[in-house]
């Protein structure tokens, strides 16, 4: 199974910027689609950035022009580069993936995913 480990999470003023890391392990990192997802107790879990084999990516309408994600195949490692956050984006940030084919959609279905982090906290004052 892959492994998925969060970090970059934090405190922040409300026009601040963070970027959160996920480093996959015991799988190959290019084999895999990837997704940031987001959660606040008691709301549902919302997709927030997919990106595929290719590098293709979908971004949440909430995060577009402020979010990015992106991948570095050669260190396993998946990126959220968050920019002029604000407070409605304080939630618990968790790094998605499943096995997928080439020109898979970047799906920010949360059920496509199969394998998930603990999560990192992002809270935005």
């Known amino acids: 199974d892959v492994q998925l480990v969060e970090s970059g999470g934090g405190s922040v003023q409300a026009g601040g910027s963070l970027r959160l890391s996920c480093v996959a392990s015991?799988?190959?990192?290019?084999?895999?689609?990837m997704a940031w997802f987001r959660q606040v107790p008691g709301k549902e879990r919302e997709g927030v950035a997919g990106i595929n084999r290719e590098d293709g990516t979908n971004h949440a309408d909430s995060v577009k022009g402020r979010f990015t994600i992106s991948k570095d195949n050669a260190k396993s490692t998946l990126y959220l580069q968050m920019h002029s956050l604000k407070p409605e984006d304080t939630a618990m940030y968790y790094c998605?993936?499943?096995?997928?084919?080439?020109?898979?959609?970047?799906?920010?279905?949360?059920?496509?995913?199969?394998?998930w982090g603990q999560g990192t906290q992002v809270t935005v004052s």
């Open positions: 998605a993936a499943f096995s997928c084919v080439y020109d898979s959609f970047p799906s920010l279905n949360e059920r496509t995913y199969d394998y």
């Open positions: 015991r799988y190959t990192f290019s084999s895999l689609c």
